[in-house]
């Protein structure tokens, strides 16, 4: 069993930053990559950022430049660094693990950007 744990979404004003960190546990001993999607409401869900173990990365367009994905492999935890949020960041950002060619999935955690 896999599980992975998302915290550190909330509101936040038009240009201000947040921190989200995903802990992966169980049998992750395949882990290859992991990242973030996001869901707005009425959309289907979109990658935002992945990055493998080996420390590359990959962004959508509509993030790059503002968001930073980062990995700590000793933690098996992945980190995304927003900056300069936008009203249509607003989503439910889900975390994702990639194990023997499976996508596993976190709950979800809430990003509301204000305008």
């Known amino acids: 069993q896999v599980r992975l744990v998302a915290s550190g979404g909330g509101l936040v004003q038009a240009g201000g930053s947040l921190r989200l960190s995903c802990a992966a546990s169980g049998f992750i001993s395949n882990m290859n990559a992991m990242g973030w999607y996001r869901q707005a409401p009425g959309k289907e869900r979109e990658l935002v950022a992945t990055?493998?173990?080996?420390?590359?990365?990959n962004y959508a367009d509509s993030v790059k430049g503002r968001f930073t994905i980062s990995r700590d492999n000793a933690k098996n935890t992945v980190y995304l660094q927003m900056n300069g949020l936008k009203p249509e960041d607003t989503a439910v950002y889900y975390c994702s693990a990639s194990i023997n060619r499976i996508t596993h999935w976190g709950q979800g955690t809430q990003v509301t950007v204000s305008s």
């Open positions: 990055i493998i173990i080996g420390g590359s990365t």
